[in-house]
């Protein structure tokens, strides 16, 4: 039996640190200062930090739907963050370049990857564009949250990976903490009528600030969550009844959540799902796309014209919500959305190659609307908001190659994606490639209308689903033999 650790100290100097934190508390609450009690549990993370980097990050993965903003604790600052995931994800971009200074290295084969290269140029042209940026300050912090995004959730991550289990543990810890949200928004919304559309923008407060990204996130899990159930044996039918129970939990959250752009996405990834299941050639898609493209360009008038007649309004009948999708006539926030992006179209036909700097966009739109693409939603000073897209807001902010950086991001790792799925050999490599994959889709997607991976909530999934694809494509696509061969062949060299 080990013996606890406190008994190798004084008892008199254990009590004595004990009294002495609750006197300082006692202090502390009489000058209405609340944070010493969060001392304990920030010594505990840091601990954890230095003993074993891999629970560290979990530990951050759990938080991250629980996560809450700054803004809604301390009201009037210029800055704003979600607690306590981005401190988190700050100390462990410090802790991983300490350990890179140190000696220890991500795997070459990961920092080589296709995938890793495209975020190299990426983070790079972000770099340049910060220091070109109409506001360096405000876009130097941009680039710290993405830095601290991606080596959290996409570097150091790719190495949790190693182990084909840790990458359900990662979805599960996220599944578990988002399911009590879920749980949280639905007993919230139901106090003003499930049917209340407009209630459902702010339920999910403080842990989503909109149905909008609350609804990205189902779009991402309910893949992995149905890849999740196919991977538990037959057998285990309470396991399989348990989450058919959960999953149908994630899908009335995402009926309720009344969001159309997760609506629309789930759709979309379910066609690509079809497309990759029925193994259709890359040329007939291409052919496919280039084709529906001209047809709807040969008769865009007409189509503008239908769109226009549409006045159904977003509400809480189902039919008319869906209806309102095309309503680009007097639904605000479709209208909203279009004086968005016509204003960040109009900003990087002004600054093309370098924009206006990452994290500027909500300051400098203002000056590019048009009074006649104005809504009732719109501000005056145009300060507030994004660009409502994954897109264009590169785009603005970072010019053309701003956009080319998130497509190649994109781009690589569908390829691979699909490399792992139709070439491993491990069923269970193939089932779950296949959903992160699917869920990255319904994400690619959703990104048309909306834009989140500036918050910890979307980039948790998108980088760590990301790294995941990355991690099969390095360390599990072969079978569990020849990967045991593999790695005795390194362990040689």
Same mark, same amino acid.
């Given at each position: 039996?080990?013996?606890? !650790?406190?008994?190798?100290?004084?008892?008199?100097?254990?009590?004595?640190?004990?009294?002495?934190?609750?006197?300082?508390?006692?202090?502390?609450?009489?000058?209405?200062?609340?944070?010493?009690?969060l001392?304990?549990?920030?010594?505990?993370?840091?601990?954890?930090?230095?003993?074993s980097?891999?629970?560290?990050?979990?530990?951050i993965?759990?938080?991250?739907?629980?996560?809450?903003?700054?803004s809604t604790?301390?009201?009037?600052?210029?800055?704003?963050?979600?607690?306590?995931?981005? !401190?988190?994800?700050?100390?462990?971009?410090?802790?991983?370049?300490?350990k890179?200074?140190?000696?220890a290295?991500?795997?070459?084969?990961?920092?080589?990857?296709?995938?890793?290269l495209?975020?190299?140029?990426?983070?790079?042209?972000?770099?340049?564009?910060?220091?070109?940026?109409?506001?360096?300050v405000?876009?130097f912090?941009?680039?710290?949250?993405?830095?601290?995004?991606?080596?959290?959730?996409?570097?150091?991550?790719s190495?949790?990976?190693?182990?084909?289990?840790?990458?359900?543990?990662?979805?599960?810890?996220?599944?578990?903490?988002?399911?009590g949200?879920?749980?949280?928004?639905?007993?919230?919304?139901?106090?003003?009528?499930?049917?209340?559309?407009?209630?459902?923008?702010?339920?999910?407060?403080?842990?989503?600030?909109?149905?909008?990204?609350?609804?990205?996130t189902?779009?991402?899990?309910?893949?992995?969550?149905?890849?999740?159930?196919?991977?538990?044996?037959?057998?285990?039918?309470?396991?399989?009844?348990?989450?058919?129970?959960?999953?149908?939990?994630?899908?009335?959250?995402?009926?309720?959540?009344?969001?159309?752009?997760?609506w629309?996405?789930?759709?979309?990834?379910?066609?690509?799902?079809?497309?990759?299941?029925?193994?259709?050639?890359?040329?007939?898609?291409?052919?496919?796309?280039v084709?529906?493209?001209?047809?709807?360009?040969?008769?865009?008038?007409?189509?503008?014209?239908?769109?226009?007649?549409?006045?159904?309004?977003?509400?809480?009948?189902?039919?008319?919500?869906?209806?309102?999708?095309?309503?680009?006539?007097?639904?605000?926030?479709?209208?909203?959305?279009?004086?968005?992006?016509?204003?960040?179209?109009?900003?990087?036909?002004?600054?093309?190659?370098?924009?206006?700097? !990452?994290g500027?966009?909500?300051?400098?739109?203002?000056?590019?609307?048009?009074?006649?693409?104005?809504?009732?939603?719109?501000?005056d000073?145009?300060?507030?908001?994004?660009?409502?897209?994954?897109?264009?807001?590169?785009?603005?902010?970072?010019?053309?190659l701003?956009?080319?950086?998130?497509?190649?991001?994109?781009?690589?790792?569908?390829?691979?994606?699909?490399r792992?799925?139709?070439t491993?050999?491990?069923?269970?490599?193939?089932?779950f490639?296949?959903?992160?994959?699917?869920?990255?889709f319904?994400?690619?997607?959703?990104?048309?209308?909306?834009?989140?991976?500036d918050?910890?909530?979307?980039s948790v999934?998108?980088?760590?689903?990301?790294?995941?694809?990355?991690?099969?494509?390095v360390?599990?696509?072969?079978? !569990?033999?020849?990967?045991?061969?593999?790695?005795?062949?390194?362990?040689?060299?």
């Open positions: 039996m080990i013996a606890w !650790p406190l008994e190798r100290y004084p008892r008199p100097l254990f009590w004595g640190i004990i009294l002495s934190f609750i006197a300082l508390n006692a202090v502390m609450l009489a000058f209405e200062i609340y944070y010493v009690p001392i304990p549990a920030l010594l505990l993370f840091v601990a954890l930090a230095i003993i980097i891999d629970k560290y990050l979990l530990a993965v759990f938080f991250v739907p629980l996560s809450i903003p700054l604790l301390v009201k009037g600052l210029s800055i704003d963050m979600f607690l306590p995931t981005e !401190p988190l994800l700050a100390g462990l971009l410090l802790l991983y370049l300490l890179y200074l140190m000696g290295r991500i795997d070459l084969r990961v920092l080589r990857h296709p995938v890793t495209a975020v190299y140029f990426h983070l790079a042209w972000m770099l340049v564009t910060s220091i070109t940026s109409s506001d360096p405000v876009s912090k941009m680039l710290a949250s993405r830095l601290w995004f991606i080596v959290g959730f996409y570097l150091v991550a190495q949790v990976f190693r182990k084909e289990r840790s990458m359900h543990t990662y979805v599960w810890l996220f599944i578990i903490a988002f399911a949200v879920i749980v949280y928004t639905l007993i919230n919304h139901a106090g003003y009528g499930l049917n209340n559309q407009m209630m459902a923008h702010s339920v999910s407060k403080p842990f989503y600030k909109d149905h909008t990204s609350y609804g990205a189902l779009g991402l899990i309910l893949p992995v969550l149905v890849a999740l159930f196919l991977l538990i044996k037959r057998e285990n039918t309470n396991t399989r009844f348990l989450m058919v129970l959960l999953i149908i939990l994630f899908i009335f959250a995402l009926i309720f959540s009344y969001t159309r752009a997760a629309i996405s789930i759709i979309g990834s379910l066609v690509i799902w079809a497309i990759i299941k029925l193994r259709v050639r890359f040329e007939i898609v291409l052919a496919g796309a084709v529906l493209v001209g047809f709807f360009l040969s008769i865009r008038s007409q189509i503008m014209v239908e769109l226009e007649k549409n006045r159904v309004e977003s509400s809480s009948e189902f039919s008319e919500h869906i209806q309102s999708m095309s309503n680009i006539s007097t639904d605000q926030s479709n209208l909203e959305r279009i004086n968005r992006w016509s204003c960040a179209y109009r900003m990087w036909r002004d600054k093309p190659i370098f924009g206006f700097g !990452p500027t966009y909500q300051f400098e739109y203002g000056r590019y609307q048009r009074s006649y693409e104005k809504t009732r939603i719109s501000t000073f145009g300060t507030m908001g994004n660009a409502h897209s994954e897109y264009l807001g590169p785009l603005s902010e970072s010019g053309i701003g956009l080319v950086g998130i497509l190649l991001v994109i781009g690589t790792t569908i390829y691979t994606g699909l792992v799925y139709f491993s050999k491990r069923r269970s490599v193939r089932i490639s296949l959903a992160v994959l699917v869920g990255l319904s994400y690619y997607l959703h990104g048309v209308l909306n834009n989140f991976l918050t910890d909530k979307l999934l998108f980088w760590g689903y990301t790294s995941m694809l990355v991690a099969m494509d360390y599990h696509r072969e079978s !569990p033999e020849e990967e045991d061969a593999v790695a005795q062949k390194e362990n040689k060299a």
